[in-house]
């Protein structure tokens, strides 16, 4: 069901008029879990949304009181695994491009799915996730070992096939809180998981434009690093331009959320492959995610 927030009075940011310049700004964020009581953070949390001016948000451990704007419309996660208030979301995808929810995913209390239809580009698929942490359980499976990680990857990776096979025609970016990361060196999870994840991407044909070289938070707030991520299926019709991150500061903002705020600016192209082209496992190669004898580390 496609949501539609209620109208909200609060001066806003404008968003810039991208009216069919083939541009599409797609931002991730973790807002750990805000309340209805929290006024004071909440208002800083829609004050940086309006700030960031993304076409298309995936909000991760979210709330239905906070929105993007009157001029976005969302789908969300059904239910919880946990307790809290009934309206908060594991994960919630909002645009302000027209928007269809897609079919309940294989793991609908954590993960959403949607089809957005950008102007001037081809439509996307848009799917939003959070994967377990280091030491939570998952449908009753306990954390150790990376059992939990491992059988909820799996599931997900299934949606991510199967909606690749179900629309040949459209890119797929999965984005969301995977609670690992993709750095040269270890920031938060396990190599166990790292080893997972990366060789679920690569099974999926996904490029995780946050990983290695691109990721922004070690680039300049090391020892942190990503972990939440912005993929995208290759070959893709939308090109990156841009991957950046908030706060510009060595650690999140603790008025806000525990996590770093993850923004990509895409641009539309062409999918054809040009001579001398980089292929999948030569952007794993090259951001050491994948060693010479072709197996992920």
């Known amino acids: 069901m496609i949501r539609v927030p209620p ?10 008029d991208r009216e069919g310049s083939g541009v599409v700004k797609l931002a991730t964020w973790n807002l750990a879990r805000p309340t209805p009581s929290s006024r004071k953070r909440n208002a800083l949390i829609s004050e940086q949304i309006a700030r960031v001016a993304a076409d298309t948000w995936v909000l ?12 976005y419309s969302g789908t969300s996660t059904i239910g919880s695994d946990r307790a809290g208030d009934p309206s908060e979301r594991w994960t919630t ?25 950008p102007t001037g580009g081809a439509p ?6 959070v994967l377990p942490w280091l030491g939570g359980s998952w449908r009753g499976i306990a954390a150790r070992n990376g059992a939990a990680f491992s059988a909820a990857l799996e599931a997900q990776a299934s949606d991510w096939l199967a909606l690749r096979s179900a629309h040949p025609d459209h890119d797929l970016l999965v984005a969301g809180d995977f609670n690992q990361d993709l750095a040269h060196s270890h920031y938060y999870g396990s ?6 994840l990366v060789a679920a991407l690569e099974r999926c044909g996904l490029d995780a ?4 070289d691109g990721d922004p938070i070690r680039s300049s707030s090391s020892p942190c690093a990503c972990i939440d991520h912005i993929c995208i299926s290759s070959p893709a019709r939308w090109q990156s331009t841009t991957v950046r991150r908030w706060p510009a500061q060595p650690r999140p903002d603790p008025r ?3 996590h770093f705020g993850i923004v990509v600016e895409f641009k539309a192209g062409t999918q054809s492959k040009e001579a001398g082209a980089d292929t999948w496992d030569d952007r794993l190669h090259r951001r050491g995610l994948l060693p010479a004898s072709g197996r992920p580390q």
């Open 7 to 16: 109208v909200d009075t609060t001066p806003r940011l404008l968003l810039p």
């Open 60 to 71: 991760t451990e979210t709330h239905d009181l906070i929105t993007p704007g009157p001029e």
């Open 93 to 117: 995808i909002w645009s302000r491009f027209p928007i269809e929810p897609l079919s309940p995913t294989s793991d609908p209390i954590r993960a959403v799915a949607a089809r957005i239809v």
């Open 124 to 129: 996307i698929i848009v799917y939003g996730t």
């Open 191 to 196: 190599r166990a998981n790292r080893q997972k």
């Open 209 to 212: 434009l946050t990983a290695g």
């Open 256 to 258: 806000l959320s525990d």
